[in-house]
């Protein structure tokens, strides 16, 4: 493992106003943003869409880096270029998402553990011959009632983080880890923080069992906020004062950077809530973003399927991925 090389390729995609698409979306995951917008799913519709976000003129300023799906890492742009060769030459490191999904978890109703480890070390090889420079695998972690998270959900769930990230880092590849403890339900913010912080110190141990090195490694947190569900929604500064607390408490200084995902926040939230962390001072980490469907969703909206919307979408694009650039900086203004 060459660990300046690992964290030179972490650093370089959080760099300045630097942040990343995630642009991963499995078949059924972009089949419902596609029915959303009342458009056949196909292999070319696929291409088609993800051809439009990554050829949109002007955002490498704002972009360190694109989560693509197999898929998409095997398809090429409409001259032939490979996406990730086209990625590339602007600047923008192509990565791969390396996680096979959640599934249920054996004897615990309602909780899940993502899948995905067995034959990883051999696809890594290839993914890296495909050109991805990082990866990421995405752990799920539900908040309800009934005594949920369990500790040995979470314990599982980090098992499999810290296991991939080892994997990664011994191809060379950057690990992007991320444990997402979803908003769904009617949790308040204070409930958020609580498992939030127990998600982080556990996933944090399994990493430093797995001798995982931070510096080679970017997380990929949820924000602390209140559930959708939630009748008493917190403000903005509320979020970024909980989240910042919660990170600086639990995260070490030597991870590379904080990329954060948005999780079903509007794409207005997302940006804002980044901004004012931002601007509580400065971070033991950069704190940036890894959007897709604050960066994806006005896109899509404005796009339906059409070509007569692609320049106005790709407008779209561009004017998202600059806010959040400035969001980075603390310096967007609503
Ligand atoms: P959202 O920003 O839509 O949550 O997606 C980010 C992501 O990569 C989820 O795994």
């Not at 976000?53 to 490498?60: D, Q, R, S």
């Not at 490979?82 to 923008?92: D, K, N, S, T, V």
């Not at 192509?94 to 909780?111: N, Q, R, T, W």
């Not at 409930?191 to 995982?212: G, P």
Request: charged share 20%; aromatic share 6%; hydrophobic share 40%.
């Amino acid at each position: 493992m060459n660990i300046d090389e690992l964290k030179s390729v972490a650093s370089a995609i959080v760099t300045g106003q630097k942040g990343i698409l995630a642009a991963d979306e499995s078949g059924p995951t972009i089949k419902k943003r596609f029915d959303a917008i009342k458009l056949e799913c196909s292999e070319e519709s696929r291409r088609r869409y993800r051809e439009i976000l990554f050829t949109t003129e002007g955002v490498e300023p704002y972009l360190g880096g694109v989560i693509l799906y197999d898929e998409t890492l095997r398809q090429s742009g409409a001259d032939g270029t490979p996406f990730a060769e086209l990625l590339a030459r602007r600047g923008i490191l192509p990565g791969i998402k390396v996680d096979s999904g959640a599934k249920l978890l054996a004897l615990h109703a309602g909780e899940k553990i993502t899948e995905g480890l067995d034959g990883l070390r051999e696809r890594l090889q290839e993914y890296q011959q495909l050109g991805a420079k990082f990866a990421k695998w995405r752990g799920v972690i539900e908040i309800s009632e009934q005594g949920i998270p369990t500790l040995s959900a979470i314990q599982a769930n980090a098992h499999a983080l810290a296991r991939y990230a080892a994997l990664c880092q011994e191809a060379g590849i950057v690990p992007i880890v991320e444990p997402e403890v979803l908003m769904d339900g009617s949790h308040d913010i204070v409930r958020c923080e609580a498992v939030t912080s127990q998600v982080l110190e556990i996933v944090f141990a399994e990493l430093d069992n797995q001798r995982v090195v931070f510096e080679g490694m970017l997380l990929k947190p949820n924000m602390v906020i209140a559930g959708m569900k939630c009748p008493q929604q917190a403000g903005v500064q509320q979020v970024a004062e909980a989240t910042m607390r919660c990170l600086e408490r639990h995260v070490p200084p030597a991870v590379s950077g904080i990329v954060f995902l948005s999780g079903g926040q509007s794409a207005q939230d997302a940006t804002a809530h980044l901004n004012a962390m931002n601007l509580l001072g400065a971070h033991p980490w950069p704190v940036s973003f890894s959007y897709g469907r604050a960066l994806q969703a006005p896109v899509l909206t404005t796009w339906k399927g059409q070509e007569q919307n692609v320049a106005e979408a790709q407008k779209t694009f561009l004017r998202r991925c600059r806010l959040n650039g400035l969001a980075h900086l603390g310096q967007y203004d609503s």
